[in-house]
């Protein structure tokens, strides 16, 4: 596609329930990000995929937090018995090379 | 840990004005710094990139600086219209450090009539 497709823009979700999030990327793009972002604060990096390797999972903040990207282009970031503080803007980028990130624009979570 | 830090967190403006956003960097082994616009309920979109061997790079009404050893970058915006406002966020990919971006908290600024 044209862009960095994300999906759902938005997502409300009960407490201690299981969300999952969906990026498309540009097709060929092969690397792959996720970032989280907090109400006015800057993106935080949470995982990175080059093709359908997960190469950088350093930043997902606890074991509730997994994502996967099996066939190399479409990734999903799922969210598993969902807290307030997971309440955010989750982005997805990706890029061919260390260079022209392309984000999407987001799905924002908010946990009630 | 690389920390970036931005200053000011907001800033309003009129019309016409020139203006310099500021970005700080903790580590100066740095691959890249990015700039990037956020307009609410959107994403990023990529503005200027310099290279750890450039000093700037301008594109438009928009000239941003790098200076490695102080830890030091500028956006410089020139006669700034009402569609600038938006956040503004610097990032940097450390050498080494795979290739994640570092983003500081962000300049929101408005440019009014």
């Known amino acids: 596609g044209a862009g960095v497709s994300q999906s759902p823009r938005y997502k409300v979700a009960k407490r201690g329930q299981d969300v999952a999030l969906r990026c498309d990327p540009i097709?060929?793009?092969?690397?792959l990000f996720w970032y989280q972002q907090a109400l006015g604060q800057g993106p935080e990096f949470l995982t990175y995929f080059q093709n359908e390797a997960q190469l950088d999972k350093s930043g997902l903040p606890s074991d509730r937090f997994f994502a996967e990207r099996p066939e190399g282009s479409v990734s999903t970031l799922k969210i598993q018995r969902t807290q307030q503080e997971d309440s955010a803007v989750y982005l997805c980028?990706?890029?061919?090379?260390?260079?022209?990130?392309?984000f999407g624009s987001g799905t924002r979570l908010t946990v009630v | 840990k690389q920390e970036v830090t931005q200053i000011p967190a907001a800033l309003s403006v009129p019309e016409g004005e020139n203006l310099v956003l500021n970005c700080s960097f903790t580590d100066s082994a740095i691959y890249n710094l990015q700039w990037f616009r956020q307009d609410p309920g959107k994403g990023l979109t990529s503005l200027l990139l310099i290279q750890s061997s450039q000093r700037e790079q301008t594109s438009g009404r928009l000239n941003a600086s790098l200076d490695k050893s102080s830890g030091r970058s500028t956006l410089y915006i020139a006669a700034s219209q009402p569609g600038d406002s938006a956040t503004y966020l610097c990032a940097v990919i450390l050498t080494g450090g795979g290739n994640k971006l570092t983003f500081g908290t962000g300049t929101q600024l408005k440019v009014e009539l």
């Open positions: 980028a990706s890029s061919v090379a260390l260079y022209g990130y392309t």
């Open positions: 097709s060929g793009h092969v690397s």
